[in-house]
């Protein structure tokens, strides 16, 4: 089992909206970037909360572009961990991402959207003293979460007022 990193986080000052993953999978630790996995629906996902037209079919860096623009930060709760392969299950020995120290940063930060159980379960344990940022726990985009694409859509879209405010 190796020792895995997340990525710095993706944000500007006037985030609104922060979207946290556990850790990064293999495709994307491969690719060095959020999310690289072809079947995972993220991008889909939060640029249809973002109101981002085709976000993920655009170029990476014009993707967290267009996310920042619309007031979406991203990160994951987790600094790093052993984890052998993509799988959060696997993952062990991990030490969490700052986050309080985070949101601290973001002044108009009205939410949190947590991608998955995992980054729910570590997430809200560190940011339970935050009670005035809503906290959102969504279904993974992550293709091995076999719930079907518009039915996480139903569950991300209630964070759309937090871009709103």
């Given at each position: 089992?190796?020792?895995?990193?997340?990525?710095?986080?993706?944000?500007?000052?006037?985030?609104?909206?922060?979207?946290?993953?556990?850790?990064?999978?293999?495709?994307?630790?491969?690719?060095?970037?959020?999310?690289?996995?072809?079947?995972?629906?993220?991008?889909?996902?939060?640029?249809?909360?973002?109101?981002?037209?085709?976000?993920?079919?655009?170029?990476?860096?014009?993707?967290?572009?267009?996310?920042?623009?619309?007031?979406?930060?991203?990160?994951?709760?987790?600094?790093?961990?052993?984890?052998?392969?993509?799988?959060?299950?696997?993952?062990?020995?991990?030490?969490?991402?700052?986050l309080v120290?985070?949101?601290?940063?973001?002044?108009?930060?009205?939410?949190?959207?947590?991608?998955?159980?995992?980054?729910?379960?570590?997430?809200?344990?560190?940011?339970s003293k935050?009670s005035e940022?809503?906290?959102?726990?969504?279904?993974?985009?992550?293709?091995?979460?076999?719930?079907?694409?518009?039915?996480?859509?139903?569950?991300?879209?209630?964070?759309?007022?937090?871009?709103?405010?």
């Open positions: 089992m190796t020792r895995k990193a997340s990525f710095p986080p993706v944000v500007r000052g006037d985030t609104r909206l922060l979207l946290l993953g556990s850790l990064p999978g293999e495709a994307s630790l491969r690719a060095d970037r959020y999310y690289a996995h072809p079947q995972n629906q993220f991008w889909k996902l939060a640029g249809a909360v973002g109101g981002v037209v085709d976000l993920h079919e655009r170029p990476y860096e014009d993707r967290l572009a267009a996310l920042l623009d619309a007031g979406i930060g991203l990160w994951d709760v987790v600094a790093d961990a052993l984890r052998c392969g993509s799988l959060d299950a696997a993952i062990r020995d991990h030490r969490a991402n700052d120290a985070l949101i601290g940063t973001l002044p108009h930060l009205c939410g949190v959207g947590f991608n998955g159980g995992t980054a729910a379960r570590i997430g809200r344990k560190l940011l935050t940022i809503r906290l959102f726990d969504l279904p993974s985009s992550s293709p091995a979460y076999t719930l079907t694409l518009s039915a996480k859509l139903d569950r991300w879209m209630v964070m759309k007022a937090c871009l709103q405010q």
